[in-house]
């Protein structure tokens, strides 16, 4: 430790002058013994300095006791180092900014993957979680997204113990929680009585939902709060356990708060609430009149398992057979078995339960994200290696211009290695000043991308410890790299040659590693600029999807559940709000739905259709219902037949059923192969009992309404205010802009009831919301393809400078002998050319190889797309050939008679 510590330059000053003193002491009186053994001052101190020996040497043989030579090199090379960039500005101001824009960016995108998707749940051992998936044709309504299950099969599982140590379901979904006078929606998360005792959560007060909860549908009213929640929302109170709150008006008792950090299986969206499964239809419903808790022909969970010790997932699925096989033999002889197709009752049986492993939960982020941020990430590592390329190049540069310096030393005695660790150290000074700026640059990209998600704060712009290891490694690896360069120039130096004034031995090869520098520079660039036309590209294909004119389209959600009102009294809250909003001077049309557009989800299912002859569709229908005027508010025309007016609107009170339906082109070409299906009849469902007595009496052209990648899908569209029409969305038009129509829409929804929820949006927002993961990858991608551009233009400007400035004499004696200035000036552009022909050569075949990654990010735009090639091409061609031009006209402008007096 000693050794270390003599290190720190005021010891080392200490040590040195103690050590002076010390060695002044003993010539001073090895000189008193010999004048008093007779000789003269002069003569005794010249014998004095021969028994001494040379005081340099005695110096480094104290030092050595001090200190390790090994550390003492390598901090006089630290410190020599530091001093050799602080003489050089404007090199190292441009080194580190290179650097740390790659480290920067690869440090932000890291940070997010981190949290986004490798990271696991803080609960007891998640390497042994698994998710359970039903693998065929389960023959049942899912409600949500993802491998869904129903209760009663979670409850099943639960049961197989020679497999599992334990398995829960949830379902995440949103209620309106009032706590005194204030209501506010919260996302909540509905699970099984096992959910906590199987993840080995533990509470911070009370306790944790239990298995006893969970017995009876409505039996438990409790509630769990998140420890964010309570600090938050309930102020930290020591005396929440026992407290009543209201959950869609629906009272029920707090009795635990979660442990801090634990955010539920969705670590992207952390719930402020945990309620049994058995309260979900009181509170949190999934839809109005929600009684299928028990339905086995209800998937809405999510379930998970945890496996036994030593138990494979492989040797799981193959122990789950017997029990599974038998369950799909009993329930196929059910009535909703029975009477299905033949075909899909045979595709029921095949079915198998698929297990994944989960020890990261479920995330909807996750999902949509992964692949984006890896592909970003590639992006930054690119930029990163870019950087160093450019960095790489200047240190050639340097080391070009210290030649000289450098044979010196070695004349003198120092080795090539000793010059060598000299240039590393100030390699690794250099990528380490980057990483550091590079890490302050790191939020900044890590926000920027944080502004493209939908999430509720459990991602963060921040660098732990984890990701502030990955840079400094990134830091050092780099300075190795960008350090090798100059390392092999120094081992190339002619000694004898080099000390000669006249001497340029050795300037040819370092030209040609620089220039080999520049060409990759190039290929990296093309790569990122080839990348972020694509995206761009993307964004284009998918806004032209959107099908009709979105401005001035504002989409109004309301929910009167959240106040607790009845079914019966939230018809009339919606036919009072549907009224109001006609009446407003701003609004041209208005036309209720069933579900906002552009969110992701919709209801779906089978439908028969009835014919030249009855015939089930051979996929999925979307369904929606919307009400009179909807497509004319949206501005999609009808191609045929007519749209839902009175007729399809009940009077107040009365339970009708829908009898007509509107279906689209895509539905009418795939089902009645040109014929027009005004008049036909259909029924939802597969079964050969299912009836078919709905009309189809109009075709609308085909729209985007899950969201603008999905490839055109059939869609049936029902009347809203037939039934069900006690929560919706109201989509207004608006005169004017949209935004300045908030004002209004909102006071028209309180004067029906001021605290009823309300959702305002506009519809070019949905769609930026809806594309932001594209929108992401196409913002961050361009820059990128800019920064590397700026990072290969002054690459490749250094390298021309350099060039010319080495070949001054040989234009001066071609301009003397009758050249031409436009020669002088072809004479650098060509080097410049094929430095960039070298740089398109190298990026195309990469951009093949790699087009599998980057395909499925990709829409109406093959991920081989030679336009966007010929254009990032043009665009690196014409700002390499503006940056060769200005020492190309420099080349051009020299007097032949200065070129040829140059030493």
Not at 294 to 322: Q, S, Y
Request: charged letters at 20%.
């Amino acid at each position: 430790m000693a050794r270390f510590l003599n290190l720190l330059p005021w010891r080392r000053r200490r040590l040195e002058r103690d050590l002076d003193r010390e060695l002044q002491y003993h010539v001073d009186r090895r000189v008193e013994d010999l004048r008093e053994a007779g000789m003269s001052e002069h003569e005794a101190r010249r014998r004095a300095a021969v028994e001494f020996g040379g005081a340099l040497q005695i110096r480094e043989d104290v030092r050595e006791t001090w200190i390790w030579r090994w550390l003492d090199d390598r901090s006089r090379d630290v410190r020599y180092a530091l001093r050799m960039l602080r003489r050089s500005p404007a090199f190292t101001a441009t080194a580190m900014i290179s650097l740390a824009l790659g480290i920067g960016g690869t440090t932000g995108i890291v940070s997010l993957l981190d949290q986004v998707v490798l990271r696991q749940l803080p609960v007891r051992e998640p390497e042994r979680l698994v998710q359970i998936d039903w693998n065929g044709r389960m023959l049942a309504a899912t409600y949500g997204f993802g491998e869904l299950l129903s209760y009663p099969m979670c409850r099943d599982l639960n049961e197989q113990t020679s497999v599992f140590d334990g398995v829960f379901c949830r379902h995440p979904a949103q209620a309106s929680v009032s706590i005194g006078e204030r209501s506010e929606p919260v996302g909540v998360e509905i699970v099984s009585g096992s959910y906590f005792p199987v993840l080995g959560v533990l509470p911070t007060q009370g306790r944790l939902i239990a298995p006893s909860d969970d017995r009876q549908i409505g039996g438990s009213p409790v509630v769990v709060v998140s420890h964010q929640f309570w600090q938050t929302r309930l102020g930290g109170a020591a005396d929440v356990i026992g407290r009543r709150v209201l959950v869609d008006n629906y009272p029920m008792t707090v009795i635990g708060i979660a442990p801090a950090g634990f955010t539920g299986m969705d670590p992207n969206a952390a719930p402020a609430l945990w309620l049994p499964a058995t309260m979900s239809q009181q509170a949190a419903r999934i839809d109005s009149g929600w009684n299928r808790v028990l339905d086995r022909r209800a998937a809405w969970m999510h379930v998970f398992a945890r496996l036994k010790p030593g138990m494979t997932i492989a040797t799981a699925e193959e122990g789950l057979k017997p029990w599974f096989g038998a369950m799909l033999e009993q329930e196929s002889r059910e009535a909703f078995a029975v009477s299905a197709t033949p075909e899909r009752r045979r595709d029921f049986l095949r079915s198998t339960l698929r297990l994944q492993s989960a020890p990261g939960g479920i995330s909807q982020l996750r999902e949509m994200l992964t692949q984006p941020l890896w592909l970003l990430l590639g992006g930054a590592m690119l930029l990163l290696m870019l950087g160093s390329l450019n960095v790489a190049g200047l240190l050639l540069a340097r080391g070009a211009t210290r030649t000289r310096e450098l044979t010196t030393r070695l004349a003198i005695g120092a080795t090539r290695g000793r010059i060598a660790t000299q240039l590393l150290a100030e390699s690794l000074l250099l990528t380490l000043g980057g990483g550091v700026v590079g890490l302050l640059a790191a939020p900044i990209v890590s926000q920027t991308l944080l502004s493209f998600m939908a999430q509720d704060g459990s991602v963060r712009a921040e660098v732990d410890h984890r990701v502030l290891l990955c840079a400094c490694l990134a830091s050092v690896v780099t300075g190795v790299v960008c350090g090798l360069a100059p390392v092999v120039q120094t081992r190339r130096i002619p000694l004898i040659a080099s000390l000669k004034e006249r001497s340029r031995t050795g300037s040819a090869a370092g030209v040609r590693v620089r220039k080999l520098l520049v060409s990759g520079q190039m290929a990296f660039t093309l790569i990122l600029l080839i990348g972020a036309g694509l995206f761009v590209k993307t964004v284009v294909r998918l806004h032209e999807r959107v099908g009709f004119v979105s401005s001035n389209l504002v989409m109004v959600g309301i929910n009167p559940y959240g106040l607790g009102y009845s079914q019966e009294d939230s018809e009339r809250v919606m036919r009072e709000v549907d009224r109001r909003l006609r009446e407003l001077a701003v609004v041209e049309r208005v036309a209720a739905a069933n579900s906002m557009l552009l969110t992701g989800g919709w209801s779906a299912g089978l439908v028969t259709i009835e014919g030249d002859q009855r015939v089930v569709s051979d996929r999925v229908v979307a369904r929606m219902r919307i009400g009179p005027g909807f497509f004319a508010t949206l501005g999609t025309p009808l191609l045929d037949g007519r749209d839902f007016d009175q007729r399809e609107i009940r009077p107040a009170g009365e339970p009708l059923t829908p009898r007509t339906v509107i279906v689209n082109e895509s539905f009418a070409r795939r089902y009645f192969k040109g014929r027009s299906p005004l008049g036909s009849r259909i029924g939802f469902g597969a079964g050969t009992n299912t009836v078919t007595d709905v009309e189809i009496i109009g075709v609308v052209k085909d729209f985007s309404r899950r969201n603008l990648r999905d490839p055109e899908v059939e869609q049936a569209f029902l009347p809203f205010w037939m039934r069900d029409s006690d929560d919706g969305t109201f989509y207004v038009r608006v005169r004017g802009g949209a935004d300045a129509a908030f004002g209004s829409i909102r006071a028209a929804v309180a004067q029906v009831n001021p605290a009823l929820p309300v959702t305002l949006r506009t519809y070019d927002d949905q769609i930026q919301q809806s594309l932001r993961t594209e929108r992401m990858l196409a913002t961050l991608s361009s820059g990128f393809g800019v920064l590397a551009l700026l990072l290969s233009v002054v690459g490749l400007y250094g390298v021309m400078s350099f060039v010319v400035a080495q070949r001054t004499q040989e234009i001066g004696v071609r301009l003397a002998l009758g050249a031409n200035r436009s020669s002088a000036v072809w004479l650098v552009v060509r080097d410049a050319l094929i430095m960039l022909a070298a740089g398109v050569i190298v990026a195309v075949p990469v951009t093949w190889a790699v087009r599998r990654l980057i395909e499925a990010q990709l829409f109406g735009v093959g991920a081989f797309d030679l336009s966007t090639i010929g254009f990032a091409s043009s665009v690196l061609a014409a700002v390499a050939l503006a940056a060769t031009m200005i020492p190309a006209w420099r080349a051009a402008s020299v007097s032949p008679t200065d070129a040829l007096r140059l030493d």
